[in-house]
């Protein structure tokens, strides 16, 4: 090699290295991928798959460039349970997680399980994305969790083999899955049926063979999981309104800039958004296709009737949940 060509191998050398180090200091860094998972479809119409799609769109618009969202539905990485114990780790990026599973590692969340608390969907989106709202989602810090907001899964309903549920004696005697927390439980057991405690994932199939008669899901969980095939009613017993916690590991978190968390959480906020009117537009055309695929769909006669034969499940947690909480949501949903 002549002089003069390693002069210029060597300058160009220095020059990549200048580069370089002045990308480092001038905060140009690796592109973060983030895994974003949640157990149900990625169904166009399902509250979970549109959240999550929603916020990777909307990081992708905020951050260009600085992000790659990859998705895993249908629990490709696990249940619930083990997602949220993803997050505490730090092993598991983001998730979108239904509020009465977050319930098992912090009471406080039990409160939007509370049955018949919410009046309809607007007044949950106040309580939510209120004071009582934050609150909640501060005291997963400490778990190793930052909450970005509450997307929406919707009111939850009855649906069984049994029979259509309009009043509460219809819910006595029944078989039904219940989440793996105890309001549910609790909850299920002062209307008489009988509560059965399972993972997500067992669900379609114990339908399916009959080890229960149901199980008590959203409309839309209904329909993007296919349990028309396996379920005849479908009661409108809006018994809990489905918060869904839009969570990022505080580990995750804290490795990004101040911009790019900014950029996280105003996702999220928008993602949200976006997804909760999705979900009111989906709803009507969701129950027509049940009812077209042969599900007896039907309205509860009186709320007022669910209601008494439950407030013995509002006593039993009041304590775990924290009376000033409880107190702060019940003023706001008068």
């Given at each position: 090699m002549?002089?003069?060509?390693?002069?210029?191998?060597?300058a160009?050398?220095?020059?990549?290295a200048?580069?370089a180090?002045t990308a480092?200091?001038g905060g140009v860094?690796?592109?973060?991928s983030l895994?974003?998972?949640?157990?149900t479809?990625?169904?166009?119409?399902?509250?979970?798959?549109?959240a999550a799609r929603e916020?990777?769109?909307a990081l992708?618009?905020?951050a260009?460039?600085?992000f790659?969202?990859?998705?895993?539905?249908n629990?490709?990485?696990?249940?619930?349970?083990?997602?949220?114990e993803?997050?505490?780790?730090?092993?598991?990026d983001?998730?979108?997680?239904?509020n009465a599973?977050?319930?098992?590692?912090?009471?406080?969340f039990?409160?939007n399980?509370?049955p018949?608390?919410?009046?309809?969907?607007?007044?949950?989106?106040d309580?939510?994305?209120?004071?009582?709202?934050?609150?909640?989602?501060?005291k997963?810090e400490?778990?190793g969790?930052?909450?970005?907001?509450?997307?929406?899964?919707?009111f939850r309903?009855?649906v069984?083999?049994?029979?259509?549920?309009?009043?509460?004696?219809?819910?006595?005697?029944?078989?039904?899955?219940?989440?793996?927390?105890?309001?549910f439980?609790?909850?299920?057991?002062?209307?008489g049926?009988?509560?059965?405690?399972m993972?997500?994932?067992e669900v379609?199939?114990?339908?399916?063979?009959?080890?229960i008669d149901?199980?008590?899901?959203?409309?839309?969980?209904v329909?993007n999981?296919?349990f028309?095939?396996?379920t005849?009613?479908l009661?409108?017993?809006?018994?809990?309104?489905?918060?869904?916690g839009?969570?990022?590991?505080?580990?995750?978190?804290?490795?990004?800039s101040?911009?790019?968390?900014?950029?996280?959480?105003?996702?999220?906020?928008m993602?949200?958004?976006?997804?909760?009117?999705?979900?009111?537009?989906?709803m009507?055309?969701?129950?027509?296709?049940?009812?077209?695929?042969g599900?007896?769909?039907?309205q509860?006669?009186?709320a007022?009737?669910?209601?008494?034969?439950?407030?013995?499940v509002y006593?039993?947690?009041?304590?775990?949940i924290?009376?000033?909480?409880?107190?702060?949501?019940?003023?706001?949903?008068?």
């Open positions: 002549s002089g003069l060509s390693k002069l210029l191998k060597t160009s050398i220095g020059a990549a200048l580069l180090a480092i200091a860094s690796a592109q973060t895994k974003l998972g949640w157990t479809s990625d169904g166009a119409k399902d509250p979970y798959a549109i916020f990777a769109a992708d618009r905020l260009p460039g600085d790659e969202t990859q998705l895993f539905p629990r490709q990485l696990g249940d619930e349970k083990e997602m949220l993803g997050l505490s780790f730090g092993t598991l983001v998730a979108i997680i239904t599973v977050i319930a098992n590692i912090e009471p406080a039990q409160l399980d509370m018949f608390l919410y009046g309809d969907e607007a007044q949950a989106h309580v939510l994305d209120g004071p009582v709202g934050q609150t909640l989602l501060a997963l400490d778990r969790i930052v909450g970005l907001g509450f997307a929406e899964g919707g309903n009855m069984n083999n049994a029979k259509p549920v309009s009043t509460p004696s219809d819910v006595e005697g029944v078989k039904y899955r219940v989440m793996q927390n105890p309001v439980i609790e909850m299920f057991q002062s209307l049926g009988n509560a059965v405690p993972a997500w994932g379609f199939t114990a339908v399916q063979q009959g080890t149901g199980l008590e899901i959203p409309v839309a969980v329909a999981n296919k028309s095939e396996v005849k009613y009661s409108l017993t809006k018994h809990t309104y489905s918060a869904l839009v969570l990022i590991s505080k580990k995750t978190y804290d490795d990004l101040e911009a790019q968390q900014e950029a996280v959480r105003e996702a999220a906020a993602a949200i958004a976006a997804q909760r009117e999705q979900n009111a537009v989906n009507e055309e969701l129950l027509s296709e049940l009812r077209a695929q599900m007896e769909v039907n509860i006669s009186d007022s009737a669910f209601r008494s034969k439950v407030t013995g006593d039993m947690f009041r304590d775990k924290g009376a000033e909480l409880m107190d702060e949501a019940l003023a706001a949903v008068q």
